[in-house]
């Protein structure tokens, strides 16, 4: 089983950036794909990115593409969103998760979830 606990959310103004962090527990955190969704007030979890489970292949929603980039410490057992030319679109509570098989853009592919971090993005 797998722990993941996100942090690194909070209020940026337009223009800015922040980074997400999300570790993880357990000692087979290599065996595992990651993505990250986001959830904004009043609407479903949508899709932002995923990375494989060594880390050499990623994907991106296109809403993201070229301003966010997902990334992965194996050794730390962390992966990360690095999220860039925030906009107030962005505001929204963000969730890593796992799957033990290959990355995937769909929500129900993962099988653990964090609590969520929130992200506001201010105009």
């Known amino acids: 089983q797998v722990q993941l606990v996100e942090s690194g959310g909070g209020l940026v103004q337009a223009g800015g950036s922040l980074r997400l962090s999300c570790a993880a527990s357990?000692?087979?955190?290599?065996?595992?794909?990651m993505g990250w969704f986001r959830q904004a007030p009043g609407k479903e979890r949508e899709f932002v990115a995923a990375?494989?489970?060594?880390?050499?292949?990623?994907s991106y929603a296109d809403s993201v593409e070229g301003r966010f980039t997902v990334s992965r410490d194996n050794a730390k057992n962390t992966v990360f969103l690095q999220m860039l030319s925030l906009n107030p679109e962005d505001t929204a509570v963000y969730y890593c998760?796992?799957?033990?098989?290959?990355?995937?853009?769909?929500?129900?592919?993962?099988?653990?979830w964090g609590q969520g971090t929130e992200v506001t993005v201010s105009s």
């Open positions: 998760a796992a799957r033990s098989g290959p990355r995937s853009r769909g929500p129900r592919d993962y099988d653990y």
């Open positions: 357990g000692r087979t955190f290599s065996s595992y794909a």
């Open positions: 990375i494989s489970r060594g880390g050499s292949s990623t």
